[in-house]
């Protein structure tokens, strides 16, 4: 049934039966949850009142209902364990059938990151492909920003929290380029950590495969790594230095062979080109769990746990200006003109305090004017 068939009354059901009733035992046979199961279902006038403030503020503030049964629902969505009966969202609903990959990331990412979320982005939308990831600032920002007119925001809140406050333009954004911007949580439902790991596997259940662009051990990325991996479908990493902490998830992905090693987006196209959709097969792969364990979702921030590092404790005493060079050093050298157009500084800004931070030990030169950031070694 296609959406605009779908009465206020059968989306009030829907409301009513994903959110106050306890319906875990009917996702083991998702086919089963059908228009005539709705239909047939009986629901309290009560709870049908409940619903109704939600179709309401939602509609007022320009959602619509995704209900699992209605033809615009992902396919691929469907054939995860646990799919969201009901979806909220903005903008252009056919982007969820296209051909999508999941690009994410640290939240704290480095300056090569953040150009290398953009950059794949924007040669994945360039070819035809819809780039998935969850709104969160970082790498999941530059990856919307790279692809905005072919972008889906998975967020973990009410469709009407803009959260990260950094990325509420962002938000605004991507719903003028007719790009789209989902969710599973009710109205006002606030970003609590919890959230996120659920959020996660909407973005891997959407998705073809999954590109993790930066991500440390402690990445909640890698949570999004592992289920895309449990749903049987590709995980791709972008090889980093092997001493650089804001890689060492990606490098343990890889040499686990939990992902495929990737170095530019042309790699990804060759992989999912041919990949059709079986609307009628689920697979799921039973994975070793323990591969997983250093992840702490449940701690988890938004879908990063800040990286830890030698000079973590010492950076809170850190000027702004020194934060700000420190922000796009990583292993990788750079000379002077390099740091001040990254960070808009002027030279001799640069320069005293590049100094600063060499003393500190937070920086290292090669003795011809090129620094970069001194990581703890593992």
């Known amino acids: 049934m296609i959406l605009s068939d779908i009465s206020k009354e059968m989306l009030l059901k829907v409301i009513a039966f994903s959110r106050f009733i306890d319906n875990k035992k009917y996702l083991k046979d998702i086919d089963s949850l059908d228009f005539d199961f709705f239909r047939n279902y009986k629901i309290s006038a009560d709870l049908i009142s409940k619903a109704e403030d939600e179709y309401i503020k939602t509609i007022d503030y320009g959602g619509k209902f995704l209900p699992i049964f209605a033809n615009e629902y992902p396919d691929r969505l469907k054939q995860i364990p646990n799919p969201p009966i009901l979806l909220t969202y903005f903008g252009n609903v056919d982007l969820l059938n ?3 990959i999941a690009m994410v990331g640290s939240r704290s990412a480095s300056y090569n990151g953040l150009e290398l979320a953009e950059n794949f982005a924007k040669f994945l939308s360039n070819a035809g492909y819809i780039i998935a990831s969850g709104l969160a600032k970082g790498i999941d920002a530059r990856a919307h920003i790279g692809a905005i007119k072919n972008t889906i925001a998975v967020i973990g809140s009410g469709i009407n929290i803009r959260y ?5 333009k962002l938000y605004d954004k991507i719903l003028e380029n007719n790009s789209c911007i989902i969710t599973e949580f009710a109205f006002d439902v606030k970003p609590i950590p919890a959230n996120f790991p659920q959020r996660n596997r909407i973005i891997a259940g959407l998705c073809l495969a999954s590109l993790i662009v930066e991500a440390g051990m402690q990445s909640g990325s890698l949570s999004t790594a592992r289920l895309t991996m449990e749903y ?13 902490p804001k890689y060492k998830g990606n490098n343990f992905l890889i040499k686990k062979n939990i992902a495929k090693l990737v170095e530019s987006p042309d790699e990804i196209i060759d992989e999912v080109k041919d990949i059709v959709v079986d609307r009628s097969v689920r697979k ?19 879908d ?3 990286m830890v590092d030698e000079n973590d404790e010492r950076q809170s005493l850190l ?12 292993s990788e050298y750079l000379d002077i003109d390099t740091i001040c157009i990254r960070t808009k500084m002027m030279a001799h800004e ?15 030169s090669n003795g011809l004017g090129h620094y970069c950031k001194i990581f703890k070694k593992i």
């Open 98 to 100: 296209d051909k999508i």
């Open 164 to 168: 990260p406050s950094e990325n509420h």
């Open 232 to 244: 049987n479908r590709e995980v791709f990493a972008i090889p980093g230095f092997a001493m650089d």
């Open 284 to 302: 799921v792969k039973n994975i070793d769990t323990n591969l997983f364990n250093f992840t702490k979702v449940n701690n988890a921030q938004e």
């Open 304 to 306: 990063d746990v800040k």
């Open 319 to 330: 000027s702004d200006n020194e934060e700000k060079i420190l922000s796009v050093l990583s």
């Open 350 to 364: 640069v320069n005293t305090y590049i100094v600063s931070l060499e003393m500190q030990g937070f920086v290292k």
